[in-house]
């Protein structure tokens, strides 16, 4: 069953202490499809990384999530308004938004409801701009980190179920929108506590706790213990993220 794993308070805790802040990058990228900037919706919002970045290209920003947990440590911000919501089903009129923005929750939604919800609430020109920022599992200096990540890491956590992240040309056309697309990868510098606190908000570890298999702090001293081969105390390393974005609008 697939079931959304960022709903627990422990959960929403480790996520806005341990997620790096990429997402203005992704803004950068976004601008050149903006027919308007008037107001623009920020979907599985999660602590409101994705709405405070989307803040900083259009004028007011409506960000919305299933989880009261993640809502709960939501940063506040003068120019974004909070609600529980499921992204499938909007409390918005039709055609209002500039822009509805998805940050790394796609894989979560039901995509044929939440693609009729994108129709019926963007304006005529308005852009739905899904992006997605993942761990290359790659550490300068120390390729033994793949393999690490890979073999052991990703056995020990493997990723629980989730829709497939694929979204293509020929899957945006046959849900009723144009596509684009790009990719770039950007280079994090942790230390061994940051790269353990980023490691604990993956769903991959999230949902072993939540489902009592392993509590957090043996997540986390887990972690620690072997990530320390690589990252001794006081070391800090360069960790490779990939970014995607996929820009749609509605066909006419």
């Not at 996520?15 to 990429?22: C, H, S």
């Not at 997605?132 to 990540?149: E, R, V, Y």
């Not at 280079?187 to 009592?212: I, K």
């Amino acid at each position: 069953m697939i079931r959304n794993p960022f709903q627990s308070v422990d959960g929403a805790a480790r996520y806005v202490a341990g997620r790096p802040y990429l997402h203005p990058l992704f803004m950068e990228l976004l601008r050149p499809f903006l027919s308007g900037t008037e107001l623009g919706a920020d979907v599985a919002c999660g602590t409101g990384l994705g709405s405070m970045a989307l803040a900083e290209v259009v004028e007011h920003v409506l960000a919305f999530d299933a989880s009261a947990a993640m809502l709960a440590q939501a940063a506040p911000h003068a120019r974004v308004v909070y609600a529980l919501a499921p992204a499938e089903a909007l409390p918005i009129p039709d055609a209002c938004l500039d822009v509805l923005s998805v940050a790394q929750g796609i894989h979560w939604f039901d995509r044929p409801r939440f693609f009729a919800e994108a129709r019926r609430t963007l304006k005529p020109g308005g852009v739905l701009f899904v992006y997605d920022m993942f761990f290359l599992a790659q550490l300068a200096g120390q390729p033994a980190f793949t393999n690490w990540m890979h073999e052991e890491y990703g056995v020990r956590y493997p990723p629980p179920p989730r829709w497939p992240s694929t979204l293509d040309a020929a899957q945006a056309q046959a849900e009723g929108f144009s596509f684009a697309e790009g990719q770039f990868e950007h280079v994090v510098s942790f230390s061994r506590p940051q790269v353990v606190a980023y490691l604990m908000t993956h769903s991959n570890t999230v949902a072993v706790s939540d489902e009592g298999r392993e509590t957090p702090q043996e997540i986390a001293a887990w972690l620690d213990s072997n990530i320390a081969r690589f990252l001794p105390d006081g070391a800090v390393g360069q960790f490779t993220f990939g970014g995607f974005w996929r820009a749609l609008k509605p066909l006419a």
